[in-house]
């Protein structure tokens, strides 16, 4: 994620519940420290890390994304067809990552939760109502038929590969 508000909102849902599914949380290197020192995680399905690498991996396997709704996360969820709750970030220029998660909350792939709004006990609501129901579950993922899906990411690498004569 790497919010401060989410960060504090999920802290908040796995000291206050207990969870029936593993969490891999992307605090952002910023932070990481924080987390790591207010929060002790007894259970080994909840895996704290400042940032992910294999983002590909993780997606390919997972059943629920929570995160922001900037161009290239909307891209990624799209092409793995991950249903989400979209937290856009409010200062965004043309407050572009609102527009971003409204077309996937129409099409029904997501939910947009408003980061003013957001607490540990409504982001434990939302994600149960999508996790614990396994056919809504399935018909946010097929959802992505009702996108455009366009590999969008891989369009911007072979236009700057071209650009660099590569």
């Known amino acids: 994620c ?3 508000k989410i960060n504090d909102s999920l802290r908040d849902l796995i000291i206050s519940s207990e969870l029936p599914y593993q969490i891999l949380w992307a605090t952002g290197k910023k932070f ?3 987390v790591k020192e207010h929060i002790s995680v007894k259970t080994n399905h909840i895996r704290i890390v400042d940032y992910i690498n294999n983002m ?11 995160c922001r709704a900037g161009a290239m996360t909307i891209g990624e969820i799209k ?3 991950v249903p989400a709750i979209l937290i856009p970030f409010e200062q965004a220029a043309g407050n572009h ?3 971003n ?3 996937l909350q129409k099409a029904g792939c997501a939910i947009i939760l408003e980061e003013k709004k957001l607490t540990g006990n409504l982001l434990y609501k939302s994600i149960e ?7 809504l579950l399935n018909k946010m993922r097929n959802n992505y038929d009702k996108t455009l899906i366009d590999n969008s990411n891989k369009k911007i690498y072979e236009s700057i590969m071209k650009e660099m004569g590569s």
């Open 2 to 4: 790497g919010a401060e």
């Open 32 to 34: 990481y420290a924080y």
């Open 56 to 66: 590909n991996e993780v997606l390919s396997i997972a059943d629920l994304m929570v």
């Open 79 to 81: 092409e793995f067809r």
């Open 97 to 99: 990552q609102y527009i």
């Open 101 to 103: 998660a409204l077309e």
């Open 129 to 135: 109502s999508i996790l614990l129901d396994a056919e």
